[in-house]
């Protein structure tokens, strides 16, 4: 027995239990997102399909809703609609992870389910926190439930990673090719470049390093969640790199994440190239995917981001939580880019049917208003070939298209400190918008761009309006509660 996991475990369920019994109405609360069932959320980690049910893992801090000591917390499934909470496998209980059980992966295989993540330690001193003061050591467990984990191996440390690299060496992901496992970690290099270190293993024990994979001209410093997967064909590099420029069109987020085209033979030799972002909106970072059981490659991303407190805040903190996961996300190969869109099964979610454009007698110029009876929509546009339009969402949020440019912008409380967020979008043929209580998914040509982002508003309701737009398409209202983070 384990005193101290013990412990830890008895005052996280007391904390969860707190939040959920403690009075008042929460009108931000999230429906169909899965959010953290008490305190803070960030990375996705974990994601697999397990013996008849998506696991989906996540960096959980239950005590702050601002963040703090990283455990595992555990939401399953059998739709990526309907989500059960099924507490914290993983705690920082060993002296590798001590100070967190920072993000990873699963890989399945042979009846067990395999997880691999960073263990971070944090010295006590005088330290940089860069150079000297953490270590980040890889870490191994299984489990053949889902839930319950066997003893923990650690089977890379710092002194095990190439020179050159700083203490930022994190979050593994693991896949197979042939009878070889393959891990990528993104890392911080001492010449302050973000790289991902190739790692291969003929039994998923003993890692040998295989080759840095980083861009030719330096790319940010650091490189955090790599994922390496082929679509279609295509190989792809995932990560989140911190230390970019802003710029007005793209990268205007504090960090980004996005995507790299790998050449075919990338495990070998050459450069990752022309990075796309995954998303435009406020609130995304960090992202993973898998291949489910019917062989989709799902993406899901944090709908959030660290250290925004200077730009815009969630006041779901007063609340006592913070933060959520983007809906499950199938990827498409398309057009030389990657396509995203929310699961086929999220039209599980739609109730009942609001409104149906098809009629095609309305004015465009004449703006035309909607009312939801709900906070939650599902919002269909297809077929627009309209140069130029706007949506409202309430009075304070504005979705707009001119001269090949499509915006979302905030005014007034409703975006928190939220102002615009803008992409170069020369065509746009189709809008869906995925709203739930306080975060919404702008989904544009099928998933070619995508805008998530959090809003926050006092109405129940959800007064819509359109103009420049012929057909206003369809409307569903969203079930109720299918995030079930009760215990
Ligand atoms: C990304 C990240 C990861 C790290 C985890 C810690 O948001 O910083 O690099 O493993 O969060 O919570």
């Given at each position: 027995?384990?005193?101290?996991?013990?412990?830890?475990?008895?005052?996280i369920?007391?904390?969860?239990?707190e939040?959920?019994?403690?009075p008042?109405?929460?009108?931000w609360?999230?429906?169909?997102?899965?959010?953290?069932?008490?305190?803070?959320?960030?990375?996705p980690?974990?994601?697999?399909?397990?013996?008849?049910?998506y696991?989906f893992?996540?960096q959980?801090?239950p005590?702050?809703p601002e963040?703090?000591?990283?455990?595992?917390?555990?939401?399953?499934?059998t739709d990526?609609?309907?989500?059960?909470?099924?507490?914290?496998p993983?705690?920082?209980?060993?002296?590798?992870?001590?100070?967190?059980?920072?993000?990873?992966?699963a890989?399945?295989e042979?009846?067990?389910?395999?997880?691999?993540?960073?263990?971070?330690?944090?010295?006590?001193?005088?330290?940089?926190?860069?150079?000297?003061?953490?270590?980040a050591?890889?870490?191994?467990?299984?489990?053949?439930?889902?839930?319950?984990?066997?003893?923990?191996?650690?089977?890379?440390?710092?002194?095990?990673?190439?020179?050159?690299?700083?203490?930022h060496?994190?979050?593994?992901?693991?896949?197979k090719a042939?009878?070889t496992?393959?891990?990528?970690?993104g890392?911080?290099?001492?010449d302050?470049?973000?790289a991902?270190l190739?790692y291969?293993?003929?039994?998923?024990?003993?890692?040998?390093?295989v080759?840095?994979?980083?861009t030719?001209?330096?790319?940010g410093?650091?490189w955090e969640?790599?994922d390496a997967?082929?679509?279609?064909?295509?190989?792809?590099?995932?990560?989140s790199?911190?230390?970019?420029k802003?710029?007005?069109?793209?990268?205007?987020?504090?960090?980004?994440?996005?995507?790299?085209?790998?050449?075919e033979?990338?495990?070998?030799?050459?450069?990752?190239?022309?990075?796309r972002?995954?998303?435009?909106?406020f609130?995304?970072y960090?992202p993973?995917?898998?291949?489910?059981?019917k062989?989709?490659?799902?993406?899901?991303?944090?709908?959030g981001?660290?250290?925004?407190?200077e730009?815009?805040?969630n006041?779901?903190?007063?609340?006592g939580?913070q933060?959520?996961f983007t809906?499950?996300?199938?990827?498409?190969?398309?057009?030389?880019k990657?396509?995203?869109?929310?699961?086929k099964e999220?039209?599980?979610?739609?109730?009942?049917?609001?409104?149906?454009g098809s009629?095609?007698d309305?004015?465009?110029?004449?703006?035309?208003?909607i009312?939801?009876?709900?906070?939650?929509?599902?919002?269909e546009?297809?077929?627009?070939d309209?140069?130029?339009?706007s949506?409202?969402i309430?009075?304070?949020?504005?979705?707009?298209?001119?001269d090949g440019?499509?915006?979302?912008?905030?005014?007034?409380?409703?975006?928190a400190?939220?102002?615009v967020?803008?992409?170069?979008?020369?065509?746009?043929?189709?809008?869906?918008?995925?709203?739930d209580?306080?975060?919404?998914?702008i989904?544009?040509?099928?998933?070619?761009?995508?805008?998530?982002?959090?809003?926050?508003t006092?109405?129940?309701?959800r007064?819509?309006?359109?103009r420049?737009?012929?057909n206003a398409?369809?409307?569903?209202t969203m079930?109720?509660?299918?995030?079930?983070?009760?215990l």
């Open positions: 027995m384990n005193v101290m996991r013990d412990t830890l475990l008895r005052e369920r007391r904390r969860e239990t939040y959920q019994n403690r008042g109405q929460d009108k609360r999230l429906r169909f997102h899965i959010m953290p069932p008490a305190g803070w959320l960030n990375d980690n974990g994601l697999c399909f397990y013996r008849g049910k696991h893992f996540f959980y801090s005590f702050d963040g703090g000591l990283k455990v595992w917390g555990e939401y399953t499934g990526l609609v309907h989500w059960q909470y099924e507490g914290t993983l705690l920082p209980d060993s002296p590798w992870d001590c100070h967190g059980v920072y993000s990873g992966c890989f399945t042979d009846g067990l389910l395999d997880i691999f993540y960073t263990g971070n330690v944090k010295l006590d001193g005088d330290y940089d926190y860069v150079n000297s003061g953490r270590e050591n890889t870490i191994y467990t299984c489990s053949e439930d889902g839930i319950h984990f066997r003893e923990k191996e650690c089977l890379l440390e710092m002194k095990d990673y190439p020179t050159g690299y700083t203490n060496i994190r979050d593994p992901k693991v896949w042939g009878d496992c393959y891990m990528v970690l890392g911080r290099k001492k302050n470049r973000g991902v190739l291969a293993s003929k039994d998923k024990k003993h890692w040998e390093f080759r840095e994979v980083t030719r001209e330096p790319f410093y650091m969640c790599p997967f082929c679509l279609d064909g295509q190989w792809l590099l995932s990560v790199p911190q230390g970019l802003r710029e007005e069109f793209c990268r205007q987020n504090i960090y980004q994440s996005g995507y790299f085209i790998l050449p033979k990338w495990m070998e030799e050459g450069e990752p190239k022309e990075f972002e995954w998303d435009m909106g609130d995304f960090a993973q995917t898998f291949r489910d059981e062989g989709r490659r799902i993406l899901v991303g944090w709908a981001l660290p250290d925004i407190k730009e815009y805040n006041p779901t903190v007063e609340q939580w933060h959520a809906m499950p996300r199938e990827l498409k190969w398309k057009n030389g990657v396509y995203q869109y929310p699961v999220a039209e599980m979610l739609r109730e009942k049917e609001l409104f149906s009629r095609q309305r004015d465009p110029e004449k703006t035309q208003g009312l939801v009876e709900d906070s939650c929509f599902d919002w546009i297809k077929e627009t309209s140069r130029s339009f949506i409202k309430e009075e304070e949020c504005v979705l707009k298209y001119e440019v499509f915006s979302l912008s905030f005014e007034g409380i409703m975006g400190g939220r102002k967020r803008k992409a170069l979008v020369p065509k746009l043929y189709s809008i869906r918008i995925l709203a209580t306080s975060l919404m998914e989904y544009l040509n099928e998933g070619e761009y995508v805008f998530t982002s959090r809003y926050y006092e109405s129940d309701v007064q819509l309006s359109v420049g737009l012929q398409g369809n409307i569903w079930k109720k509660q299918t995030c079930l983070t009760g």
